[in-house]
């Protein structure tokens, strides 16, 4: 079974730029997640998404950042203008369901993003 | 107060030892605890996933919930230098268990064959 797939693994950038990030979820998965890990720090969710409605967008800087799940399936998260606080590591996963009974999501192995 | 705890490290034990993390927490509605390990720039995985308190064992790994006093530990027993990762506890309290995850700031353990 493919995992979750993400592009790009680096990404190095100026502040006021912008950068996108995609994701492929694993076959089939209903819901899709955006974390942020800063480094030493655990996963923050910034968005949440079940098929391509927005379940939980309630941590995403809506000024500075967007999400979008077209068609249900793959998922882009943009910054712009990207700011030096935006230097961090974005995961996205996702699970079968909303609500998933086992507590399991499905982890890519993430954008690092730097921000100079 | 941060809803949820954990010490960095790092923890350096030797290979073999008992290996014992841990995670407090201050939300008493959380009421679903998972343990996530995380190998150097790779994503998260799932270790161990509980709902009640008490413990649960998954071959070296045991992890224990006490609800009463907002505490939540992994075990590793028989360490070994592969067990060498960042171990993220988290918790939710939503219906299920997959959304609304709060992680701790996760524990870099050194296993030192």
């Known amino acids: 079974e493919a995992g979750v797939a993400q592009s790009p693994r680096y990404k190095i950038i100026e502040k006021r730029q912008s950068v996108a990030f995609w994701c492929n979820p694993i076959s089939g998965h209903a819901t899709l997640y955006w974390y942020q890990q800063i480094l030493g720090q655990g996963p923050k969710l910034l968005i949440q998404?079940?098929?391509?409605?927005?379940?939980?967008d309630s941590q995403l800087p809506k000024d500075r950042f967007s999400a979008e799940r077209l068609k249900g399936v793959d998922s882009t998260l943009k910054i712009q203008p990207a700011k030096l606080e935006d230097s961090a590591v974005y995961l996205c996963a996702s699970s079968w369901t909303s609500g998933s009974d086992t507590g399991e999501l499905f982890f890519g192995e993430g954008s690092r993003l730097t921000v100079l | 107060q941060k809803e949820v705890e954990q010490d960095p490290g790092p923890l350096s034990v030797p290979e073999g030892a008992i290996v014992s993390l841990n995670c407090t927490y201050s939300n008493s509605a959380f009421q679903y605890f998972m343990w996530y390990r995380q190998y150097s720039r790779k994503g998260p995985e799932l270790l161990m996933y509980?709902?009640?308190?008490g413990n649960k064992e998954d071959g070296r790994f045991t992890a224990q919930v006490d609800k009463s006093s907002k505490y939540i530990s992994l075990f590793i027993r028989d360490s070994q230098p592969s067990d060498s990762a960042t171990y993220l506890c988290?918790?939710?309290?939503?219906?299920?268990?997959?959304?609304?995850?709060?992680f701790g700031k996760g524990t870099h353990l050194i296993i030192q064959p």
């Open positions: 509980t709902y009640s308190s």
């Open positions: 988290a918790m939710t309290y939503s219906g299920g268990g997959a959304d609304g995850l709060t």
């Open positions: 998404f079940q098929n391509n409605g927005v379940v939980d």
